[in-house]
């Protein structure tokens, strides 16, 4: 009753007389907030419709006294968390040996084929080659064999030596190729 009307009364900056005592008729560990500055205040605006704030100076345009608070009891303290469930162990005997066996599977296929693409390719590169080497010998050839056939009375020694180193580079050619597809087929064939 009239303690607050007193409190009420008093501007901000003054403080209450419990407090300049020391004592309170509250608990003491609760002390009041000061109170908040008014807001300033705008010129009515007659066109509004809104209730418009009363004049300064009035009772009712003070602010209303902070709630009285009560003693804050200090927190509890935060729940554990709970453990996690745990499973019942799932038997896995022979599990993991059948998983490793299948990581290797697949690690195995995946190698092979990454092997067999490469010796496709080596295959494919020696094919290349063979052709190539047998197309500029056969311009060879067809030169020998003409130049051999215009002049009658050479001899055939050159010829034969010539026909010969052609036979021998055609043969390395062919010998290359025929390692790449052994290699091929050794890659793609099921081991022992």
């Not at 809104?50 to 009891?73: D, E, H, I, T």
């Not at 200090?74 to 038997?91: D, I, K, S």
């Not at 005997?93 to 690690?107: P, T």
Request: contains cysteine; glycine residues 6%.
């Amino acid at each position: 009753g009239t303690t607050e009307a007193a409190v009420v009364g008093r501007s901000a900056a003054e403080p209450p007389a419990s407090a300049s005592s020391g004592r309170s008729p509250r608990s003491p560990e609760v002390v009041a907030p000061p109170a908040p500055a008014p807001a300033r205040l705008r010129k009515p605006d007659p066109k509004s419709s809104l209730p418009q704030p009363p004049a300064r100076g009035s009772m009712a345009s003070l602010p209303p006294p902070p709630p009285r608070s009560l003693p804050v009891p200090p927190a509890a303290p935060a729940p554990a968390p709970a453990p996690a469930p745990t499973l019942a162990p799932v038997p896995t005997e022979g599990i993991g040996a059948r998983e490793v066996v299948k990581s290797d599977n697949k690690e195995n296929r995946r190698t092979a084929k990454v092997e067999q693409s490469d010796v496709k390719q080596a295959v494919f590169e020696a094919h290349k080659e063979f052709i190539t080497s047998c197309v500029g010998q056969l311009e060879v050839h067809t030169h020998m064999l003409n130049q051999a056939q215009s002049q009658p009375d050479a001899g055939l020694h050159d010829y034969v030596v010539g026909l010969e180193r052609l036979l021998t580079e055609r043969q390395a050619a062919l010998g290359a190729l025929q390692r790449q597809l052994q290699t091929f087929r050794a890659s793609v064939s099921p081991g022992p």
